[in-house]
T-cell receptor
Framework: KNEVEQSPQNLTAQEGEFITINCSYSVGISALHWLQQHPGGGIVSLFMLSSGKKKHGRLIATINIQEKHSSLHITASHPRDSAVYICAATWGGSEKLVFGKGMKLTVNP | NAGVTQTPKFRILKIGQSMTLQCTQDMNHNYMYWYRQDPGMGLKLIYYSVGAGITDKGEVPNGYNVSRSTTEDFPLRLELAAPSQTSVYFC?????????????FGDGTRLSIL
């Protein structure tokens, strides 16, 4: 069964801290997505990757295919980073994403 | 550029009523999806479409129907609303999941069945 697991499910940090959010998945993915869900409910796509590392501003996403693991790092965290971060993956030729349950991040000033 | 637009944003239904959740996108995306999000759970795929006239079931299709008569529109219909369908519904679109393109999401419809 294709599955995506995220840990931890909740995380509280202080402003300025370096944050790591983890995601593990079943073998054989084609692509891994990181998404952000704002407190108001809207969902935006942050990254899509199948190997290596991608960076956008203070966000860095990495993936280790052999270890079936991806991480989302936030440098110099800020209260506006408070959101739910969702990991999702697709397998083989499927156009369907399987989603993790998400990790709720709270960054305190 | 409006992106993906969902209507309504909120709705309360009585058990047994029917309704249609509307979704339209203006990005000329071929792929469109309907998800539901329950508290503490990941997004679950209800139905998806890879182009006008083509739809397929996702993980949780029971109690729902879809149609795709145009590239832009992908409505989701609940025929006989049940309390188990209380959820937040998201519509999304993309060129292809496997390409280097993200999924674009609507703002969601919060639906309560009482």
């Amino acid at each position: 069964k294709n599955e995506v697991e995220q840990s931890p499910q909740n995380l509280t940090a202080q402003e300025g801290e370096f944050i790591t959010i983890n995601c593990s998945y079943s073998v054989g993915i084609s692509a891994l997505h990181w998404l952000q869900q704002h407190p108001g409910g809207g969902i935006v796509s942050l990254f899509m990757l199948s190997s290596g590392k991608k960076k956008h501003g203070r966000l860095i996403a990495t993936i280790n295919i052999q270890e079936k693991h991806s991480s989302l790092h936030i440098t110099a965290s800020h209260p506006r980073d408070s959101a739910v971060y969702i990991c999702a993956a697709t397998w083989g030729g499927s156009e369907k994403l399987v989603f993790g349950k998400g990790m709720k991040l709270t960054v305190n000033p | 550029n409006a992106g993906v637009t969902q209507t309504p944003k909120f709705r309360i239904l009585k058990i047994g009523q029917s309704m249609t959740l509307q979704c339209t996108q203006d990005m000329n995306h071929n792929y469109m999806y309907w998800y539901r999000q329950d508290p503490g759970m990941g997004l679950k795929l209800i139905y998806y479409s890879v182009g006008a006239g083509i739809t397929d079931k996702g993980e949780v299709p029971n109690g729902y129907n879809v149609s795709r008569s145009t590239t832009e529109d992908f409505p989701l219909r609940l025929e006989l609303a049940a309390p188990s369908q209380t959820s937040v519904y998201f519509c999304a679109s993309s060129y292809r999941v496997l390409s280097n393109q993200p999924q674009h999401f609507g703002d969601g419809t919060r639906l309560s069945i009482l």
